[in-house]
């Protein structure tokens, strides 16, 4: 492991808190490309509550 690895990883894991709310096993089981997709700037935003349960009504009926 670099001397850089430490403080590096400590960074991205403080954006990947601050701009998705990820706490530090989500940072730390994510794949680089879920954490790339993540903060891509054309992410989608997530989906809210009400939406959720509209789209899983329409797919069971």
Known sequence: MSERFGPMAS???GVA??????RPDVF???????????L???A???I???????LMEQDHG
Request: hydrophobic content about 50%; glycine content about 4%.
């Open 40 to 42: 891509a700037r054309d």
């Open 48 to 54: 809210d509550a009400a939406t959720l349960r509209r």
């Open 28 to 38: 730390w089981h994510a794949t680089l490309a879920e954490l790339t997709a993540a």
């Open 44 to 46: 989608s935003p997530p």
């Open 11 to 13: 960074a991205l894991s």
């Open 17 to 22: 808190a601050r701009r998705l709310g990820w």
